[in-house]
């Protein structure tokens, strides 16, 4: 009786008085609760299967009672589980190879990330005074370049302070800003001229950056021994650079000493 209610194969007297005894007997409505899911799944996709056990004398109650308490016991989840498992095998050959490489690739893309303390740090536009404002064309130039550089657009910026530097060449910060982007573009050469430029023309305010960023330009160069002096004359002034310079001044001494 319990599969053909949930079945709806009782007409509509015997479903009421079928009702009203589950509101009375806790142990029907239990043993309801434990048919209803199995009857109803065959009922909604494979009802040819309820016809067939019906016609072989199955006892569908039972049938279900045996599903519910073996879909419930912890031993059948397990090997649910392990049937599961045994399943994504053939995915899991391919999927674990290509989880290792990948990290592999990880660990070799952090590996080769540059060093900090090598990398050309950006300049602060605020904090370079200039000498004096030299010719308004030359100021003109140096501002569009300024204004592309704190874009961050190193390339856009070039052809601005090449022009600042030709058009009032006396200006030590035109030359350290095109010295710094040359070393952003990673154009050594001209960006060790220029900042020995800068160096020649540099006022006290910012000569220790600029010496800095010079000394970084010669390590980056393989020049490390040009960048030495350099270096010692930034740790002794003791200024805002002195912190930096150091480091890299120990880097560079343990990076070069003889094996």
């Given amino acids: 009786m319990f599969v053909d209610y949930v079945l709806d194969g009782l007409d509509e007297r015997d479903s009421e008085r079928f009702e009203r005894h589950l ?17 109803a799944f065959l009922k909604a996709h494979r009802p040819e299967i309820i016809e067939e056990l019906k016609a072989r004398g199955i006892d569908l109650e039972e049938l279900a009672r ?38 592999v690739a990880l660990l070799v893309v952090f590996s080769l990330r540059p060093d900090p303390d090598w990398e050309f740090p950006r300049l602060e536009s605020r904090k370079v005074q200039l000498r004096a404002h030299g010719l308004s064309a030359a100021r003109d130039e140096f501002e569009r ?29 035109y030359w350290l800003y095109l010295g710094t982007t040359y070393g952003h573009l990673k154009e050594l050469k001209k960006c060790i ?23 970084l330009a010669f390590v980056r160069n393989d020049q490390a021994n040009r960048a030495k002096p350099l270096l ?7 200024g805002p650079f002195a912190a930096r310079a150091d480091a890299l001044l120990k880097k560079t001494d343990s990076r070069h000493r003889p094996r």
């Avoid at 010692?232 to 003791?238: K, M, P, T, Y």
């Fill in 145 to 173: 370049g300024r204004d592309e550089y704190d874009r961050n657009e190193y390339r856009s910026a070039l052809p601005h302070f090449e022009s600042a530097t030709a058009l009032a060449p006396e200006q030590g910060a």
């Fill in 23 to 39: 509101f009375d007997c806790k142990r029907c409505f239990a043993d309801l609760k434990e048919i209803a899911p199995t009857a």
């Fill in 232 to 238: 010692d004359w930034v740790v002794l002034q003791g």
């Fill in 66 to 103: 045996t599903q519910h308490r073996h879909r419930g016991s912890w031993f059948a989840h397990c090997l649910d589980t392990c049937r599961r498992a045994l399943r994504r095998l053939p995915r899991l050959q391919f999927a674990l190879p290509a989880a290792a490489a990948a990290v």
């Fill in 193 to 215: 001229a220029a900042l020995s430029r800068a160096d020649s023309l540099a006022s006290e305010s910012y000569r220790e950056e600029v010496r800095y960023r010079l000394a």
